[in-house]
């Protein structure tokens, strides 16, 4: 029991070496930074002009212009994960015994939650200018939030893998983006009647639209439903494209 307890313990302390080492360099590199600012002047911006245009005292309309928003950004975070260990030779140092794949994965992956937090809370000027302006649903904000952060989650964790697989950080953010607009895009009513129109009668785009995409779950949380199945997703999803990050960098070690 005291064994189990002290590898437990130390499994913690590896993850959490990792995820303090990776944060650092993160804000070394700059990319902390530049993500950061960037993505908060866009997307506060783009809520802003809305805003004042319709007048609506709530988030929906900056929870719906997220995922776009997202399937960009977010593979800025995630490319350099393990394409940067590939490509400068360290991801067999960084793999040495006693830090497992699966400890590196999470302390890696922790790091980027941390960064993607930082981003999400660059917003919260948005919900005080509401409660100062009118009466917003604080539990329908906190539920948006909660989707976005779930959602945001997944992206990094199919970030992940996509880093992992390769030694290019170009290939690995450009393969992401793409992965990431799949994600979203087949969400899209338009899209998915026209992918319908396309095979009426394998109807792909209904069939990607209710097993697939992550905008449904997503609006569930937007609209302050939160139900098990869209947790589920979210979480099952993330924790599948970790596992098989690695299960890869097993393979590679191997």
Known sequence: MSSNRMSFAEGRRTIRAIATREIGANFDSGIAYVTTIAFALLSNSIFMNGFFLTGTVDMTGFFDLLPLLLAFFLPAISMRMWAEEHKQRTVEL???FPVRPFQAVLGKYIAALVLYTL???CSLPIPVMLAVLGNPDPGLILSG???SFLFGALFLAFG????ALTADQIVSFVTSTLVG???VLTGEERVVAIVDGLFPALKIGSFLFENFSALPPLGEFVRGV???SSLAYFVLLSVLFLWTTGLVL???RG
Do not use: D, P, V
């Open 94 to 96: 960084l793999l040495t």
């Open 181 to 183: 607009f799949l994600f």
């Open 119 to 121: 981003m999400l809370a």
């Open 145 to 147: 939030y909660l989707g």
């Open 226 to 228: 939160i139900e098990l």
């Open 250 to 252: 097993e393979k590679n």
């Open 160 to 163: 992940s893998l996509l880093s």
